[in-house]
């Protein structure tokens, strides 16, 4: 097939730009011949989605925009399928949408939430369960979905409501997570064209690891972003009270950057939490840490649609306790994988109870840890690659406004074997 994929950003921004790097060079040696037009150009030195492939056909939306007669050059290259990866713009996506066949991966919640964050942040966060629609307008300021000026968030409903609009036109939609699955169905989108797709392990050489058993003495470990609705501060809050349950002194290690750094600083100070906060890691340094950590705290507040980072920490044997939002219940499985704290509201007792059930029994930990590392090892390329390339071939070469697509069952055997708590 001739794929062109459709996606914001080349250079590495994250879990997005992160899956693109290795899946292109997979679909190659599988291959496929594939192109990619990008919403917005790097800065030179900077990593890219497509430096690891060789040399590929590529455009950019502004010279798109700017010189129209440019279309006729991806139309030369005859994409059979486009598949897109959610890109910023509606316009963009509506003319691959009135040209070619495309199929979308949903790596967010496109069209069934003003904001994007599908989270209510007041009087407390939790997860929003509300079909998107007039009313989500009526509650966006009460509720905080979003910023607070009103423009903005007529501007982003809108733009959102239009989304939803242009969903039914995608030939098939992929999700990475149950929770995706249903909140798309929800939103009026067939059965038969969605599709649960889980995301793999982004990193090549994080599959091939071996089991490492470890000895638990309360060394844990967030991973991400610092934003206010990743629930850092939950966290920092739940130490001390699993401290004091488990009996002694839990240390925590915060890996990341974002504009809640300071503040997260100073809470830990306050709260006499032990905390070393490394910043951005690089892909060694990363594991070395999680080898060297006994839990994955993911405290995230707001539905995280799949949340990568649980399974990048099962590869090196590392368990995850988690607020059971979103996506997360995929791969955490409690007491098999880690333990999931409540969420409807997440609270941080709730997180320090299930951080106190993760290291209180050294034989229950090493029992999760090897849950965390099975679980790891059914999120592979090879068996993403393989269902994709059946979706994309399922609709190649039919024109967007002529014959209807051939889409397959919405939960593939794959798909189902990899989500499932009864398989891991």
Not at 11 to 36: D, F, T
Not at 59 to 68: G, I, K, N
Not at 208 to 237: A, E, N, S, Y
Not at 315 to 337: K, N
Request: proline share 8%; hydrophobic share 40%.
């Amino acid at each position: 097939m001739r794929i062109l994929i459709a996606a914001s950003n080349r250079v590495i921004i994250g879990g997005i730009e992160k899956q693109l790097q290795v899946m292109i060079p997979a679909l190659m040696q599988a291959g496929h011949e594939v192109g990619i037009l990008y919403e917005h150009a790097s800065g030179s030195g900077q990593p890219t989605v497509d430096e690891e492939a060789a040399r590929l056909p590529m455009w950019y939306w502004e010279d798109l925009q700017a010189r129209p007669s440019a279309w006729k050059d991806i139309a030369r290259w005859k994409p059979d399928v486009v598949y897109s990866q959610g890109p910023e713009s509606l316009d963009l996506e509506r003319t691959l949408l009135d040209q070619y066949p495309v199929v979308l991966y949903a790596h967010v919640y496109l069209g069934t939430c003003a904001s994007g964050q599908k989270c209510h942040a007041f009087p407390q966060p939790r997860p929003c369960q509300r079909e998107f629609g007039p009313m989500c307008l009526a509650l966006y300021y009460p509720r905080r979905c979003g910023g607070l000026h009103p423009v903005t968030a007529w501007q982003a409903y809108q733009s959102q409501r239009r989304r939803r609009s242009q969903l039914a036109d995608h030939r098939a939609i992929l999700v990475a997570s149950r929770h995706m699955f249903g909140e798309f169905e929800k939103h009026g989108i067939d059965r038969e064209k969605l599709h649960l797709v889980p995301l793999p392990v982004p990193e090549s050489r994080l599959q091939g690891l071996p089991f490492t058993p470890k000895t638990p003495d309360g060394r844990v470990l967030f991973m991400g972003r610092l934003t206010h609705l990743k629930g850092v501060d939950h966290l920092i809050q739940a130490i001390p009270l699993a401290s004091r349950a488990l009996g002694r002194t839990l240390t925590l290690t915060i890996a990341g950057i974002g504009p809640d750094a300071f503040r997260l600083e100073s809470l830990a100070r306050k709260l006499a939490v032990p905390v070393s906060m490394t910043g951005w890691l690089n892909a060694e340094q990363k594991l070395k840490i999680m080898r060297q950590s006994d839990v994955l705290a993911v405290p995230s507040l707001w539905p995280e649609p799949f949340g990568l980072v649980g399974l990048e920490a099962g590869c090196a044997s590392l368990p995850a306790a988690a607020y059971a939002v979103g996506g997360i219940p995929d791969w955490l499985v409690s007491g098999e994988t880690g333990e999931l704290a409540p969420a409807d509201p997440p609270t941080p007792q709730g997180l320090g109870d299930a951080m106190v059930r993760t290291l209180a029994d050294p034989q229950h930990h090493a029992h999760l840890c090897h849950g965390a590392w099975q679980m790891s090892q059914r999120f592979t390329m090879e068996k993403h690659v393989r269902q994709v390339e059946r979706i994309l071939q399922s609709v190649r070469g039919t024109p967007a406004e002529n014959e209807e697509p051939r889409p397959e069952a919405a939960m593939t055997r794959d798909a189902h074997d990899a989500a499932s708590p009864k398989h891991i």
